[in-house]
Structures are given as structure tokens and as C-alpha cells.
């Protein structure tokens, strides 16, 4: 199993790094935090890799920090929880948030997250409130991303499945703060304006 990759970056969007490394490129899903966490294209980039295997597919997701990976795989065990739904809570909703909401029996929070209904929220309650750290690992700064930031923040939204019309209008009222922004913080201002 591939557990961790380093090397050049030669692809970069919201949820997908393509890394060259001895020569092979490999095609790895990311969240949105770590995209952000990503450096520019050319520039070397360490991962540390969940390899999902089915029958019919062997899939990478990528993560910068560690306790992003851990916390991926612990919503892994909880049932109905696949891969690519694990990687769209860790987009919408920061992992200090995330652990928190779940500590707190917080329902209601974590139902903002596109994709997640109350009974997938409260199985997130139930199966891991007692198997998450108070903590994040390794809670680092948000770095701010580096490409045109509002194009990536509207490639994200569709990529989760946002309607494009719907998805430009909430980028525009998170926009409309005028200063410059990170990826992190207009993309879910934009997802909190899509969930009212």
C-alpha cells in the first residue's frame, strides 16, 4: 500500500494533485484544506496517502497534515461513510470544527456540510465522540492560496455538485469583503451562503 508520496507537483485543482515522483504520476484526491496547504505547480509536495481498494478501482487521497489523514479514515468506520463522501466533510467544515461539533453532540452543525443528513450526522456523533482527540494533531495556519483564488473557490462548489448559477451567486457575497482572502475562508463563507 502506498502510504506516503513525495515529489513534484504537476497538477493542482480543489480535489485532485497530480505528484510525478521516480517518473510516475500519480493521481491523488485531496480535500480543500489541503489544496490550500498545496504549493505552486513545479514545486515539490510531500502527502501523506490513504490507498482505497476495491475490486474495481485503487484510489490515492492525499493529505498535507497528518491528523487530516487520521481524521479521514476514522470517518471512514463510520457506516455509509465512503471515500469521496469523507473527503466533501473535510472540505466543508474545518477539522477542529469538525471534532468539535462531534464532541459536542453538535447535530445541527454538522448537517450544514453538503452531503451529510441527520442520520449520517448522527452516526458521526455516535461512532466517534469517544475515539476523537480534544485536539487536531498537527493544527497549523492556513496557507493562502496562490492562484486565482475566486476560480478555484467556483471550481470547488462544482465539483461537490453546486449548480453553477447558485454557486457564482454565494462566491459573489463571500466576495464582497473587497480584501484578499484565502481559499479556505471564501469557500466556506460560500458554502455557509449555499446552505441557508
Known amino acids: 500500500m502506498i502510504a506516503h508520496l513525495r515529489g513534484n507537483l ?14 510516475v504520476g500519480y493521481d491523488v484526491t485531496i480535500s480543500v484544506p489541503t489544496f490550500s496547504d498545496l504549493p505552486a505547480v513545479g514545486g ?3 502527502l501523506h496517502i490513504h490507498t482505497h481498494v476495491r475490486e474495481d478501482q485503487l484510489a490515492l487521497y492525499g493529505f498535507v ?4 489523514k487520521q481524521l479521514f479514515e476514522k470517518l471512514l468506520t463510520v457506516s455509509g461513510i465512503g471515500p469521496k463522501l469523507a473527503i466533501t466533510i473535510l472540505s466543508g467544515m474545518a477539522a477542529d470544527e ?4 462531534i464532541r459536542g453532540n453538535d ?13 449520517t450526522a448522527e452516526r458521526m456523533v455516535l461512532e466517534l465522540r469517544d475515539k476523537l482527540p480534544s485536539q487536531p494533531s498537527d493544527h497549523e495556519e492556513v496557507i493562502p492560496a496562490i492562484t486565482p483564488v475566486e476560480e478555484d473557490v ?10 453553477r448559477g447558485p454557486a457564482e451567486k454565494a ?3 463571500a466576495s464582497k469583503a473587497g480584501k484578499a ?11 455557509g451562503a449555499l446552505s441557508k
Open 10 to 23: 504537476l497538477v493542482k485543482h480543489p480535489n485532485q494533485a497530480i505528484i510525478e515522483t521516480g517518473g
Open 171 to 173: 462566491l459573489a457575497a
Open 65 to 68: 497534515r497528518a491528523g487530516e
Open 107 to 119: 447535530v445541527a452543525r454538522l448537517i450544514r456540510i453538503p452531503g451529510i443528513g441527520r442520520k
Open 44 to 46: 515539490e509536495v510531500s
Open 181 to 191: 482572502r484565502s481559499f479556505d475562508s471564501l469557500f466556506r463563507e460560500a458554502m
Open 154 to 163: 467556483l471550481s470547488a462548489l462544482l465539483n461537490l455538485g453546486y449548480q
Open 98 to 101: 469538525m471534532i468539535g461539533a
